[in-house]
């Protein structure tokens, strides 16, 4: 089946140019110019990438990508006429993983689909095993199914939440700090600020009353958990 991507925007030369060099490469494309309509579309049919413009009539790209965000980790591509690096940090921290000015080259645009895509792509596929299952405290992650149990009830995470929570709990007491848990989490090309990483720790610690998930002053987080129930 090929890949399925949402592209939100109210320009109808721009929706129809990107939606030509898309199709072109394989791409099956799903064209909505306003935010309310394509969130509506996708509970019933979840694209693979979002393509956001920011400037939308009602809702606007970053509230579509926050409420996005909620629900999956599926690749999002915001495109926008706004160049100030305010902007850019702000999508990205909402959740995006590229941020890309207009006026942009279709071509370009192409690239950085195929590049997000393959690092979709890459994350390994493993068969489970009992060391698939780790067990501190009261938190249990199954990394074969990608579960998380907390007090012995069932967490629903993203991926990067999962990720994160996996990263700590592999290594219980540990102090990563933010760039080190950015380029583990988010890759080393993203671009962006370490603020994501509070947002991610925030998110966790919300859905995970009692993680003991603690600040480092200055430096990062670690998961603290007593030796003799680690």
Not at 58 to 85: F, T
Not at 164 to 169: D, N, R, T
């Amino acid at each position: 089946m090929n890949q399925h991507i949402y592209l939100v925007e109210d320009d109808p030369n721009i929706r129809n140019i990107v939606q030509a060099y898309l199709k072109k490469e394989g791409y099956q494309v799903t064209l909505t110019e306003r935010a309310e309509e394509a969130w509506d579309n996708a509970q019933s049919q979840q694209p693979d990438m979002w393509i956001l413009d920011i400037m939308l009539p009602g809702m606007d790209g970053y509230e579509l990508c926050k409420k996005i965000r909620q629900v999956s980790e599926v690749p999002i591509i915001i495109i926008s006429a706004k160049d100030e690096e305010v902007d850019k940090i702000l999508g990205l921290e909402l959740g995006s993983d590229d941020y890309l000015t207009k006026p942009f080259s279709p071509r370009e645009l192409v690239a950085r689909v195929k590049r997000l895509f393959k690092r979709a792509e890459a994350q390994p596929v493993m068969s489970k095993t009992k060391q698939d299952v780790l067990e501190i405290d009261q938190l249990k992650m199954d990394q074969a199914a990608r579960q998380v149990f907390w007090k012995d009830e069932e967490i629903d995470v993203t991926t990067k939440e999962f990720d994160m929570l996996e990263i700590f709990a592999k290594q219980p007491n540990r102090a990563f700090s933010r760039e080190e848990l950015l380029t583990i989490i988010w890759g080393d090309d993203y671009f962006g600020s370490d603020r994501a990483v509070d947002d991610l720790v925030k998110r966790l610690r919300k859905k995970l009353d009692g993680l003991p998930v603690e600040t480092v002053w200055g430096y990062g987080y670690r998961l603290h958990i007593d030796e003799e129930k680690s």
